[in-house]
């Protein structure tokens, strides 16, 4: 593998320095050690994860009870934290550690940001993706092969997809969140409220379960914006462990040549 190390963030050049060249060599629990952190695994109220600090070692606490992934990104998350913010200490809800902040521009979101790089690091991500079709089943092989939550793969994807992309999490009260690729067209949001004729609503109010296969449907089942009326999309939904229900919707083929035909 040959590129220009100065391309990488400061997360991968972390990795990099220790030797991870695959995905088995990331070890963040080593990685906090030498760093000067002790990470423990613990039942905790009120926060996914802890940092404290004397501004020369520190503890990492995370929440036992969360999936494999979701401890690894909240240990990245506080890992970054002990890195780069000061050596100081934090407590980190599952909101603070979590896509609410995606687009966010903070001590928070930086945070993730620095995480989603150490648990799947681009210059590992890229090459695995190649050749490979966007979806949340996709999401799910990346997860699988980088020990990461489904959640953050499936962002990965959607930030790095080089076509039009939407990710969104909604619950029974509405929209949580969403993430866009570049290329998804400006001003096109997805519904605050799921549509009674989508598997996503299924999902939440109707008890299914499992991941749903992709779906082309009406633009107006998913999305609201300028002319949404006249084009489709192509949906994937599955439900998360804390009863949300997380989708991909990519512009369905018979949409872009709608398009074009009105351009």
């Not at 220790?18 to 030498?34: K, N, S, T």
């Not at 926060?47 to 501004?55: E, K, M, P």
């Not at 190649?130 to 949340?136: E, F, K, T, Y």
């Amino acid at each position: 593998m040959t590129f220009d190390l100065s391309s990488l963030s400061s997360a991968e050049r972390l990795l990099w320095f220790y030797g991870c060249r695959q995905p088995g060599h990331i070890d963040l629990e080593g990685i906090a050690c030498d760093k000067g952190a002790q990470v423990i695994y613990r039942c905790m109220d009120g926060c996914a994860a802890r940092l404290l600090s004397d501004g020369h070692q520190a503890v990492i606490s995370v929440q036992a009870t969360d999936n494999e992934g979701r401890r690894r990104f909240s240990l990245g998350h506080e890992l970054a934290h002990w890195l780069n913010d000061a050596r100081r200490g934090f407590s980190c809800s599952g909101d603070d550690i979590g896509p609410q902040n995606a687009e966010a521009v903070s001590v928070e979101a930086a945070a993730n940001v620095f995480a989603s790089q150490l648990i799947l690091p681009d210059y590992m991500v890229t090459p695995w993706l190649q050749g490979r079709r966007m979806s949340l089943s996709l999401a799910l092989e990346l997860s699988n092969a980088f020990r990461a939550s489904v959640t953050a793969s499936a962002i990965k994807l959607t930030k790095k997809a080089e076509g039009e992309v939407c990710l969104v999490c909604h619950s029974m009260h509405g929209r949580r969140w969403f993430v866009r690729s570049k290329k998804w067209p400006f001003g096109f949001y997805p519904r605050t409220q799921l549509h009674q004729d989508t598997t996503a609503f299924e999902l939440v109010f109707k008890g299914a379960t499992g991941m749903s296969r992709p779906k082309v449907s009406p633009g107006s089942h998913w999305l609201s914006g300028d002319e949404f009326p006249v084009m489709d999309v192509e949906a994937q939904s599955m439900p998360l462990p804390d009863g949300t229900v997380l989708s991909m919707l990519t512009m369905a083929d018979a949409a872009r040549a709608t398009r074009s035909r009105r351009s």
